[in-house]
């Protein structure tokens, strides 16, 4: 799978498009549980606010502060746990879009968090006929667990303004994981403030056992499938490398075995969270996609050199541990319904294209191989294809040189003539994804057949 949108991750694939949407109920009910979570909320603070709070205008402008407070305080449990790793959401969605909604929820939750500080500053100098400033020094020195939670503000803050496109492909992969990582440090000490402090679990002791334990539950489930079960893992698989070779177009084949891996259910196209246990690596997991169909206790991860992380990866030596947390991704031949299948991948995006190639054909489906490249010296693990008796058509050159784009809509139908007849399976640069999917719309390929995946941690 590709990297991320935050600044530049290494990947295995490039850096594929967003994913198709599925049909599968359990993205609706997933939608369903977090509106309910959030008009419960409101309920909840309907009827914990006072009919006389509205009477005056500094009142009825906390009282919206204290609820957009508690709205962001569950759609920060909420984000959390979307990238969490829970198998059942992760099952329902697919990691890739949790990760879309991860980044949604965070712009959402710094904003409510931002309004929730100015309404309560304005509420409060309303009420007692103070400006602004004096009000709010008021509030940090007068209110409990106050300091603790302006410095966690400060953290959402950051987070919100690093993790921005802007700025983000500007910083490194390693260090935007270290400050997006502090957002915990940032629920922590602005939990304190909420117990302590709202007007709503002051006066209701159930209401702070309702409140603790929905974040207790949170916390749990983050040790649980992000920390102790990967951990668990690393001691029961022992996965190592067993070899590093490099391929054609400055990628890198990495061999993993370990005992039980096969026990894993990975299938070709999906992609692990590989932390290499080694100097250099230790900071962040990088998403790299399967590069062969799984075969017992062997896998093999194709890196692409994108960055610092992936180019550093051709320097590993073979019995270096690593922790896998996965198999991720629904980019599988099981999404396959058509006789026919186009497998289009571009840079290191052939990694996850070659292995379904791979298992397609032994499912029985007439494969076809698009591999985009700017030159022959790019098109890593094309001899594998050829050489598997799979229909391969390299296309190579730069827009600029052919002057016009190979895969778009008055080219790609060309290059494949039976295309609208074919399930169609894109992995690669963004811009190359957008361009296959257009094309293959275009030609009459419906959208439930066109199949792609981006992979983000952010």
Same mark, same amino acid.
């Given at each position: 799978?590709?990297?991320?949108?935050?600044?530049?991750?290494?990947?295995?694939?490039?850096?594929?498009?967003?994913?198709?949407?599925?049909?599968?109920?359990?993205?609706?009910l997933?939608r369903?549980?977090?509106?309910?979570?959030?008009?419960?909320?409101?309920?909840f603070?309907?009827t914990?606010?006072?009919p006389?709070?509205?009477?005056?205008?500094?009142g009825?402008?906390?009282?919206?502060?204290?609820?957009?407070?508690?709205?962001?305080?569950?759609?920060?449990?909420?984000?959390?746990?979307?990238?969490?790793r829970?198998?059942?959401?992760?099952?329902?969605?697919g990691?890739?879009?949790l990760?879309?909604?991860?980044?949604?929820?965070?712009?959402?939750?710094?904003?409510?968090?931002?309004?929730?500080?100015?309404?309560?500053?304005l509420?409060?100098?309303?009420?007692?006929?103070?400006?602004?400033?004096p009000?709010a020094?008021?509030?940090?020195?007068t209110?409990?667990?106050?300091?603790?939670?302006?410095l966690?503000?400060?953290v959402?803050v950051?987070?919100g303004?690093? $993790?921005?496109?802007?700025?983000?492909?500007?910083?490194?992969?390693?260090?935007?994981?270290?400050?997006?990582?502090?957002?915990?440090?940032?629920?922590y000490?602005?939990?304190?403030h909420?117990?302590?402090?709202?007007?709503h679990?002051v006066?209701?002791?159930?209401?702070?056992?309702?409140?603790?334990?929905?974040?207790?539950?949170?916390?749990?489930?983050?040790?649980?499938?992000?920390?102790?079960l990967?951990?668990?893992?690393?001691?029961?698989? !022992?996965?190592r490398v067993?070899a590093?070779?490099?391929?054609?177009?400055?990628?890198?084949?990495?061999?993993?075995?370990?005992?039980?891996?096969?026990?894993?259910?990975?299938r070709a196209?999906?992609?692990?969270?590989?932390?290499?246990?080694?100097?250099?690596?230790l900071?962040?997991?990088?998403?790299?996609?399967?590069?062969?169909a799984?075969?017992?206790d062997?896998l093999?991860?194709?890196?692409?050199a994108?960055?610092?992380?992936?180019?550093?990866?051709?320097?590993?030596?073979?019995g270096?541990?690593?922790?896998?947390?996965?198999?991720?991704?629904?980019?599988?031949?099981?999404?396959a319904?058509?006789?026919?299948?186009?497998?289009?991948?571009?840079?290191?995006?052939?990694?996850?294209?070659?292995a379904?190639?791979?298992?397609?054909?032994?499912?029985g489906?007439?494969v076809?191989?698009?591999h985009?490249?700017r $030159? !022959?010296?790019g098109?890593?693990l094309?001899?594998?294809?050829? !050489?598997?008796?799979?229909?391969?058509?390299?296309?190579?050159?730069?827009?600029s040189?052919?002057?016009?784009?190979?895969l778009?809509t008055?080219?790609?139908?060309?290059l494949?003539?039976?295309?609208?007849?074919?399930?169609?399976?894109?992995?690669?640069?963004?811009?190359?994804?957008?361009?296959?999917v257009?094309?293959?719309?275009?030609a009459g390929?419906?959208?439930? !057949?066109?199949h792609?995946?981006?992979?983000s941690? $952010?």
């Amino acid at each position: 799978m590709s990297t991320i949108t935050p600044p530049r991750a290494p990947s295995a694939t490039g850096q594929p498009g967003r994913s198709v949407a599925l049909n599968h109920p359990g993205g609706l009910l997933l939608r369903i549980l977090l509106v309910v979570t959030v008009v419960a909320v409101a309920v909840f603070w309907w009827t914990g606010t006072p009919p006389t709070t509205g009477g005056s205008p500094g009142g009825a402008v906390t009282a919206l502060g204290e609820l957009t407070g508690l709205v962001a305080s569950v759609l920060v449990c909420a984000q959390v746990l979307l990238t969490g790793r829970v198998p059942w959401f992760e099952r329902a969605v697919g990691l890739d879009r949790l990760v879309s909604w991860h980044r949604t929820l965070g712009t959402s939750v710094v904003l409510l968090v931002l309004t929730h500080v100015l309404l309560m500053i304005l509420g409060g100098a309303l009420l007692s006929a103070r400006a602004l400033w004096p009000e709010a020094v008021t509030i940090v020195t007068t209110q409990p667990e106050m300091l603790s939670a302006v410095l966690g503000t400060a953290v959402f803050v950051l987070v919100g303004v690093t $993790s921005a496109r802007l700025l983000r492909q500007h910083l490194s992969y390693e260090l935007w994981f270290v400050v997006h990582l502090s957002v915990y440090v940032g629920i922590y000490l602005t939990f304190g403030h909420q117990i302590a402090a709202g007007a709503h679990f002051v006066g209701s002791p159930v209401a702070r056992v309702v409140w603790v334990l929905l974040y207790a539950v949170t916390a749990a489930a983050l040790l649980t499938w992000r920390v102790i079960l990967p951990l668990v893992d690393v001691v029961r698989h !022992a996965p190592r490398v067993t070899a590093v070779l490099p391929e054609a177009g400055g990628m890198t084949s990495v061999w993993v075995s370990g005992s039980g891996l096969g026990d894993l259910g990975a299938r070709a196209g999906q992609f692990f969270l590989v932390r290499f246990l080694v100097r250099g690596h230790l900071v962040s997991a990088h998403p790299y996609s399967l590069s062969v169909a799984p075969a017992g206790d062997h896998l093999r991860f194709t890196v692409g050199a994108l960055g610092d992380h992936s180019s550093a990866v051709a320097r590993l030596r073979p019995g270096t541990r690593v922790l896998l947390e996965g198999p991720f991704g629904r980019f599988t031949a099981a999404r396959a319904r058509r006789p026919g299948v186009l497998l289009v991948g571009g840079g290191a995006g052939v990694g996850p294209v070659r292995a379904l190639a791979e298992e397609l054909r032994l499912r029985g489906h007439d494969v076809v191989v698009v591999h985009r490249a700017r $030159s !022959a010296a790019g098109l890593g693990l094309g001899n594998e294809l050829a !050489a598997a008796g799979i229909d391969y058509r390299p296309v190579v050159g730069h827009r600029s040189e052919l002057g016009y784009d190979p895969l778009d809509t008055g080219h790609l139908p060309a290059l494949v003539p039976d295309l609208a007849r074919r399930d169609v399976f894109v992995c690669g640069p963004p811009g190359m994804v957008a361009t296959v999917v257009r094309a293959a719309r275009a030609a009459g390929v419906p959208r439930s !057949a066109v199949h792609h995946e981006e992979l983000s941690l $952010s």
